[in-house]
């Protein structure tokens, strides 16, 4: 695509339900990068995917996040048994080969409000 | 661990003054540095990144920042700034002591353009 594209937009959930969040980046993209963002935070590194080799997952907050990505194609991000705390925009980056060759190309971003 | 400091965490400049946003990181090794912009309803986009090099660097829309590694410091610069230059502003530095990379962000300085 022209973009990284997110879905959904929007997501407003209860807590103690489980989310997905999408995230389907550029075309030829090999890297892949989540990101939260509460509010008045900067961004906090979750997750990264590198071709075919084993995920980053160092950012990952808890084991009720965690995330998948088939290939060099769409990944998801599952939040299970949400919380308050969980609310804040969850971004997807994209690079071509990698953070030191290539800029990360963000989407828009998927917020997440858990009532 | 890696960090950033974005020490100004809100800044309002008056249209065609100059600009500079202050950006502190924590790491050991020769940093790979970034800034990126997030204007409204708007991905993050990178505005210039710093590798190695001449530490003045320059960037899209008029921006440039100066790498001081006896400051560790990697300041963002606009001689003249734009109502349209109105946004959030996130420097980073690239994490690679990690299996692969992640860029860790400050917290954001978000700017004001008054007429």
Known sequence: GA????????????????????????????????????????????????????????????????????????????????????????????????????????????????? | AQSVTQPDIHITVSEGASLELRCNYSYGATPYLFWYVQSPGQGLQLLLKYFSGDTLVQGIKGFEAEFKRSQSSFNLRKPSVHWSDAAEYFCAVASLSQAGTALIFGKGTTLSVSS
């Open chain 1, 3 to 115: 973009g990284v594209s997110q879905s959904p937009s929007n997501k407003v959930t209860e807590k103690g339900k489980d989310v997905e969040l999408r995230c389907d980046p550029i075309s030829g993209h090999t890297a892949l990068y989540w990101y939260r963002q509460r509010l008045g935070q900067g961004l906090e590194f979750l997750i990264y995917f590198q071709g075919n080799s084993a995920p980053d997952k160092s950012g990952l907050p808890s084991d009720r996040f965690s995330a998948e990505r088939t290939g060099e194609s769409v990944s998801t991000l599952t939040i299970q048994r949400t919380q308050q705390e969980d609310s804040a925009v969850y971004l997807c980056a994209s690079s071509l080969l990698g953070l030191i060759t290539g800029e990360l190309f963000f989407g828009e971003g998927s917020r997440l409000t858990v009532l």
